[in-house]
């Protein structure tokens, strides 16, 4: 199957100049007494299921301790609103968002059995993604390699962020007391004492993959007069998806 267009869509609108940066999204969850929560992530790119090349999942990345990381175990619907200022493109996205911890989480098996109910992601896992050159000779996706991977291209300041001694949104006593807190986490290779490594080791047990499982994308391009509006609905027919115009 072909790459999907809202992919094109997407990738074409992040590749104009004017959208340079444009990686943050607007990730919306809903908690286990259906109360809805939103806040920014970063976009960190697509892993594309060799099986179903037409179902590329979005990568982001969490503290597992964060409230998110609950909801998101708790009720795996999720909404993204992505503007993208310079060429005026929305991509309202609708999924299923899977929290990776790491295999020594607590989370870990309840993470999995999410992961198992997909269809999508169970394909991933027994075949791959698209771009790996398995030199083991096995196709699984490895999670864990994935997961390392996305953490080490983090900067030593932000992996800081997963080694707070606190959950985030924990109450604090002052504003002063991040103070004390580590400034940055170096990586495996550049950590010289026992205590960055560590540092290293605790960061990444806080950190948490996140991959969202699109099934629905409403692109609206304010860019065009006049303005259009576009509907991919996933569909088990043809090449995945079901295309239609709305009315903006
Ligand atoms: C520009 C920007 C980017 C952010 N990126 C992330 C991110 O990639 N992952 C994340 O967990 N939080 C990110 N945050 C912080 C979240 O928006 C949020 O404040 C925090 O994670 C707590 O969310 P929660 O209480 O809903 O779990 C970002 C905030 C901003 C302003």
Known sequence: MSVPRWLNAITTAL???????????QVATIDSQNIPHVRTQIHRGFVT????????????????RSPKAEQMLFNTAVEIAWWMEGSMDQFR???????????????????FSHIEKSAILSTLTSSGETNSDSTSGSN?????QKRREI???MRPAMKATWYRPVAPGSVIASYDVPKGWSREVPTLEEAKTEEDKKKWHDALAN?????????KIDWVQLGEKPNRRTLF?????GDGW???ILAP
């Open 93 to 111: 996205i609708s999924g299923r968002a899977f929290i990776i911890p790491g295999p020594d989480h607590p989370q870990y098996s309840t993470a």
């Open 15 to 25: 590749s104009v100049p004017e959208n340079k940066g444009k990686v943050a999204y």
């Open 140 to 144: 699984e996706f490895d999670f864990e």
């Open 242 to 244: 079901k295309e239609e």
């Open 233 to 237: 609905t996933r569909t088990d027919s």
């Open 49 to 64: 299921p060799r099986d179903a090349a037409h179902v590329p999942l979005l990568i982001t990345s969490t503290d597992v």
């Open 151 to 153: 953490f080490d291209a």
């Open 207 to 215: 950190f948490a993959m996140l991959l969202i499982e699109p099934t």
